[in-house]
């Protein structure tokens, strides 16, 4: 089958455009994702107050359960298929996208499920007090009906982007957002729904995302979603799994990071610190999403080209991605340095210790923000080629191996400073090793 011509130019446009224009799309949509969930904070923060804003935030690590098993699909299915469709394999595409498919819906049925048995359970091992497990059950128990909707869209759209088709993918979030954004402001804002309007308007929003995502599937894409190839193959889900697998264990360790956090700050300042995470968590969203956005634009591009064996392109792509995303981050460092309180302001409204905590976190917790890019690439990049032994080697070191003991030692020394100073030190562990580590397998491509 001939590729489509979104498909071709990734081997064949110049590198620089072509990063930019598969980035800037990943770029909006990933920011419109994190606009989805930090919308809710804003309203709930400024209206309800510090108390319902620590009943979403606990509910934070349920959000980063569901995008960890999306990723463990997401990002194995989309290496396969761009490295499919960049050697003309594109029924072998169309078996990894419906497979993809299937899981995805497993999951988020299971993930559904698992909350609505266990919800009070998980909330209380998410650092949930007394006081506001209430209003977080609350607001779990209405988010748990799109769970399945999330799951679909987030795999599905990240095959859009494998298939060359990034401006599509952009368009669901974007269609999310602004769906979320109003509702809120109907739910929250106008009719006095608190927790539960935020809660409601997420859900609804992700019913939308699925109807964009089925749209693009049925009358605009080249792959279809067949159902004589939903059928779970061990030939496709083994090597999808195992290139996710590196990538959705760090995300997983995320979540443990997000627990440990709430108990960490709950027992050092109660709620109103970990609202003050829930404010810190909202911004570290903004500010790392653009460098993200460039990883997902960069990985089909290097992916295509990998299996179309053009190395000098694929290590065109690694450098000027690097390079791009230092450059948003110092941006991002700069911004916080200048406007932390304004920063603050968007979530609380005249509560001087949140503020107080919050922005101290803030200053200390990105002191060498722009170090993180390269990082961040390197995974991509390991992620693209297929190499997940790597991917997964990386991503342990820094989250597990240097984060978690500083998270657990620092606050007994320094109190809530300690919480903020472990993610500096977790940045500059992380630099040391992706540079080790990219410049060792840089030297095994052969130039031409």
Known sequence: MKLDPRTEVMGRDPVGPLLLRFSMPAIVGLLANALYNIVDRMFIGRIVGSQGLAAVTVSFPFFGLAIT?????????????????????????EQILANAFTLALLAGLFLALAGHFQGPRMLRLFGASAEILPAA???????????????VTFVLNGLMRAE???????????????????LDWLFIARWGWGVAGAAWGTTIAQAVAVLWVA???????????RLRLMALR????????????????????FVV??????????????????????????LDSLFYLPALGIGEGAQPLIGFNYGAGKMDRVRKVVVLAIGAAASVFALSWAVVEIFPHFLVGLFSKGDGELTAI????????????????????????????????????????????????????????????????????????????????????????PRS
């Open 215 to 225: 749209f693009y599937y049925g009358r605009r894409s080249v792959l279809k979603v």
């Open 257 to 282: 990071l997000l627990v440990m956090l709430n108990h960490i700050l709950g027992s050092l300042g109660g709620d109103v610190a970990i609202s003050a995470a829930g404010i810190f968590l909202s």
């Open 137 to 151: 059950l609350g607001y779990l128990k209405i988010v748990l009906l799109g769970i399945p909707f999330l799951l």
């Open 164 to 182: 060359g088709a990034p401006r599509w993918a952009m368009g669901t979030m974007l269609l999310a957002t602004m769906t979320n954004i109003v």
């Open 358 to 445: 919050a922005v101290r976190g803030l200053r200390l917790g990105y002191m060498i923000l722009p170090l993180a890019s390269l990082f961040i690439i390197t995974g991509y990049t390991f992620q693209a080629l297929g190499r997940a032994r790597a991917a997964f080697v990386l991503q342990v070191l820094r989250q597990v191996v240097f984060c978690f003991p500083l998270l657990l030692f620092l606050p007994r020394l320094c109190g809530i400073d300690g919480v903020w100073l472990s993610f500096p030190l977790m940045d500059g562990s992380g630099f040391l090793m992706a540079l080790w580590m990219l410049r060792r397998e840089m030297r095994r491509w």
């Open 69 to 93: 098993l999306g990723i463990f699909v997401a990002v194995g299915a989309s290496s396969l298929v761009s490295r499919s469709l960049g050697r003309g394999d594109s029924a072998k595409a």
């Open 234 to 253: 061990r030939a496709i889900v083994g090597p999808l799994l195992a290139v996710g697998l590196s990538p959705g264990l760090m995300e997983l360790s």
